[in-house]
Structure formats: structure tokens, C-alpha cells
């Protein structure tokens, strides 16, 4: 049975930015954005070149978990194991070193669907496929050669993602690397064979090149480069862009690479969060092909009002829902799965509404 949501007391979770986020009108109004809603896949999907194995598959997410039908969905993501390490993803709680607990987790917690490593849902499959959505990260960055390396190496293949019973994969492209041209062509030829197999595609769009920080300022989270990294991702058929949200603006205009508009900076974005994260949405075809953004890392106390803040700040701006891992999963089960929750409150709330 699925829990009732809880009304959120936003004064006190956000403090002085609660009427700030929740009363904002953003500069670029909502009347372009295809808004989020439970007919995503009759309105959109189905007048692609998708196959209808697809439709299923994608329909099967958004139908599953607290926000279920809802047209919004959260995702628990867990492969910093190998993005990180193993070590310190769950030094800070073990229990997540036995991949049945992630899944677990996933389903106690109400997720749409669960997204993680091959090892992870394979060892998992025959006992939850069917119970909860499988997404499968068919590549990571991996984190053990030394020096350090930042690529993403193909771990998966479609097939073990349909012989295992996914409704989808994930995959990661470092946009504006040396290796982004490789990453697009491998996650590219990937997405049209899931498609092929009746699989949903979500790219998580990142954005990596040591020249995106300029002057002791980093722009890997600019909104108008993750705008592009996004633009990039629905190229290449991704159903559901997955990008972090978006910290500054004017990465373009620092890196002085590119090309870009004045009227990015004048007319389609300012500072506030509401209207950078549009920016992302607008990148993602008028949010035709929905934005869900990142949780982030856990930086502790904090840990409850950030996922509120990001949730509020995404559904206002056109987001389709979040994807949080680490801010729920190093926490003690019961403070995990409350922090979910709240998260999913947010989009139950009919009181907050497109900005």
C-alpha cells in the first residue's frame, strides 16, 4: 500500500528562500514547455520513431512507485561503487556493500525504479525484475587506475540488460571531453539497439573538461552548458535526460569556446535556480523529452532541506522528478527512506505548481 503524503512544512525546511522558490514567476514562461503529466507517453512517445515495446517499457516506470501516475518519477540510482569506490560510497553504511539492500531500498522507499551496475541487478533479478523497474548502467568511470582516469568504459551490453528484465538503461556521456566524440558514438549505436529491444534510454548528460573552470569559478554546472550537454543528449534519443542542477550561468562567455546568444543571458535566464533549471528544461525539446536532475552528494545536516529545495526548484522549472542516491543511501535505512519521501511529497503537493 503506498503511503499518504506528508504536507511539508516548506518555512521551516527552506527557511528565507521558501517563498522565494515556491512564489517565483519564471522569465520564460510555462506556456512553452510541454508540462509533465501521466499521458507523457500517448502525447509524445507514441508520435516518435520508438517502438511500441518502448512505449510499454517507459509507461511501466511512470506507473510504478508513490508517484505512480503522477506523470513525475524518482529514481534511486546506486553505482558510485564504481564512480567513486566501493569504500567510500558505503563506508558510511555497510549494509548497501549487499546489492539486494539497493534494491530493497528502492522499493520501501516508493521509487519508480531502481538504476544500477550489471553485478548489482543481475545478482538481483530473478527475485525483483518483476516486483520494481530495472535500469541498467550499461557504463562507468572507472575509478582504480592510476593516475586517475575520467572516461566512461562500456561494463554492460543490451542484451544482458533485456535478458535480465530492465525497462531501460543508463548511460553517461562527459560532454566536452577528449573522449566525448567515443562516448557518443558507443552510447549512441547502444540507445538504438535498446530501442530496438523495447528499452527505454536515460543519459546522464555530464559536462567534463578541466577548461570549464575558469578563474577559480567552476562551470561544469553553468546552465548554459548543461543546456547544451542536454541539447547534445535528446540528439541522441535519450527518453529521459538525467543532468545535475544548475549552479551558475555564463560558462560559455567564460571559456570564451563556442557559440552562444546574448539573449540567453537577457531574455531566457537570470540567477534565480527557477530560471537556469528552465534554461536545462528548454534544452531538453521544450521538456518534450523530461529533465530529471541529480540529488547530489551528502554533505550531512543539510541533507533534507537540499533534496526539498532541488525537488521544489525541478518540478517548478518542468522537471520530471529527481534521481538521488548517496544523500539517502549514507544515511541510517529510516533517515534514508524519510529524505525519499519528502522528495516525493514535493511532487504529490498540488501546491507547488509550474513557476
Known amino acids: 500500500m503506498k503511503s499518504a503524503p506528508t504536507k511539508l512544512n516548506y518555512e521551516q525546511i527552506?527557511?528565507?528562500?521558501?517563498?522565494?522558490?515556491?512564489?517565483?514567476?519564471?522569465?520564460?514562461?510555462?506556456?512553452?514547455?510541454?508540462?509533465?503529466?501521466?499521458?507523457?507517453v500517448s502525447e509524445v512517445i507514441s508520435q516518435t520513431d520508438r517502438p511500441v515495446s518502448v512505449m510499454r517499457s517507459l509507461q511501466q516506470i511512470l506507473q510504478s512507485g508513490r508517484l505512480a501516475n503522477t506523470g513525475y518519477v524518482t529514481i534511486f540510482p546506486v553505482d558510485q561503487g564504481i564512480e567513486h569506490s566501493a569504500g567510500s560510497a558505503f563506508g558510511p553504511n555497510?549494509?548497501?556493500?549487499?546489492?539486494?539492500?539497493?534494491?530493497?531500498?528502492?522499493?520501501?522507499t516508493g521509487c519508480n525504479a531502481v538504476a544500477s551496475t550489471l553485478g548489482v541487478l543481475g545478482l538481483t533479478a530473478r527475485k525483483y525484475a518483476h516486483k520494481i523497474?530495472?535500469?541498467?548502467?550499461?557504463?562507468?568511470?572507472?575509478?582504480?587506475?592510476?593516475?586517475?582516469?575520467y572516461d566512461q568504459t562500456l561494463f554492460a551490453s543490451i542484451r544482458q540488460a533485456a535478458d535480465m528484465g530492465a525497462v531501460a538503461v543508463g548511460a553517461t556521456v562527459y560532454f566536452g571531453s577528449a573522449e566525448s566524440a567515443r562516448q557518443i558514438k558507443e552510447v549512441s549505436e547502444a540507445f538504438q539497439m535498446a530501442h530496438s529491444m523495447g528499452l527505454g534510454t536515460i543519459l546522464w548528460c555530464y559536462t567534463r573538461n578541466n577548461g570549464f573552470k575558469v578563474n577559480g569559478v567552476d562551470y561544469h554546472a553553468s546552465a548554459d552548458l548543461t543546456g547544451q550537454a542536454n541539447h547534445l543528449g535528446v540528439t541522441m534519443e535519450a527518453d529521459i535526460i538525467k543532468q545535475k542542477l544548475p549552479t551558475n550561468n555564463k560558462g560559455y562567455l567564460a571559456t570564451q569556446h563556442g557559440k552562444t546568444s546574448p539573449q540567453v543571458y537577457?531574455?531566457?535566464?537570470?540567477?534565480?535556480?527557477?530560471?537556469?533549471?528552465?534554461?536545462q528544461v528548454l534544452n531538453c525539446y521544450c521538456g518534450k523529452i523530461p529533465l530529471i536532475n541529480s540529488g547530489g552528494e551528502s554533505k550531512g545536516a543539510s541533507d533534507f532541506a537540499d533534496a526539498v529545495r532541488t525537488a521544489v526548484i525541478n518540478k517548478r522549472a518542468g522537471g520530471m522528478g529527481?534521481?538521488?542516491?548517496?544523500?539517502?543511501?549514507q544515511k541510517p535505512w529510516k533517515e534514508g527512506v524519510a529524505l525519499m519521501n519528502a522528495i516525493q511529497d514535493v511532487y504529490l503537493d498540488p501546491q507547488v505548481t509550474l513557476a
Do not use: C
Not at 555497510?94 to 520501501?108: G, R, S
Not at 537577457?266 to 534554461?279: A, C, G, M
Not at 529527481?322 to 543511501?329: D, S, V, W
Open 94 to 108: 555497510p549494509d548497501f556493500f549487499d546489492p539486494e539492500n539497493i534494491v530493497k531500498f528502492a522499493m520501501e
Open 266 to 279: 537577457s531574455e531566457l535566464t537570470t540567477d534565480h535556480p527557477i530560471d537556469l533549471t528552465r534554461y
Open 14 to 40: 527552506l527557511g528565507s528562500d521558501a517563498q522565494n522558490l515556491l512564489e517565483y514567476r519564471a522569465r520564460v514562461s510555462s506556456d512553452r514547455l510541454y508540462a509533465p503529466n501521466p499521458n507523457w
Open 133 to 149: 523497474p530495472f535500469v541498467l548502467k550499461i557504463n562507468h568511470n572507472e575509478f582504480l587506475s592510476m593516475p586517475n582516469r
Open 322 to 329: 529527481l534521481i538521488a542516491g548517496r544523500k539517502a543511501f
